[in-house]
């Protein structure tokens, strides 16, 4: 099994800067990818940012180009998502999740951080 622990999240003003983290532990072997997603109150669950774990290709959301920095750090099994300019509509419970290698789906996730951006 692999867990999954966010931090970072918290209360911040439009404009301002978060930075997430995800410390993964456990089975961290074979990852494929690791990503953010968010929810926000009422809706579905949204892509954010992703990373592979060897390569180090990154993919955006629209909304979080040009703001979000996804990074890595392999010898911490730990990602990274830095958030800037950030808007009220960001708000949202921000997860982490891991992909293994030769796989589909995001198999782990963490229980999330709640982000919220006030006017």
């Known amino acids: 099994q692999v867990q999954l622990v966010e931090s970072g999240g918290g209360l911040v003003q439009a404009g301002g800067s978060l930075r997430l983290s995800c410390l993964a532990s456990?089975?961290?072997?074979?990852?494929?990818?690791m990503g953010w997603f968010r929810q926000a109150p009422g809706k579905e669950r949204e892509f954010v940012a992703t990373?592979?774990?060897?390569?180090?290709?990154?993919n955006y959301a629209d909304s979080a180009k040009g703001r979000f920095t996804i990074s890595k750090d392999n010898a911490k099994n730990t990602v990274h998502l830095q958030m800037n300019s950030l808007k009220p509509e960001d708000t949202a419970v921000y997860f982490c999740?891991?992909?293994?290698?030769?796989?589909?789906?995001?198999?782990?996730w963490g229980q999330g951080t709640q982000v919220t951006v006030s006017l």
């Open positions: 999740a891991l992909r293994r290698l030769a796989t589909s789906e995001y198999a782990y």
């Open positions: 456990g089975r961290t072997f074979s990852i494929g990818t």
């Open positions: 990373i592979g774990w060897i390569s180090g290709n990154t």
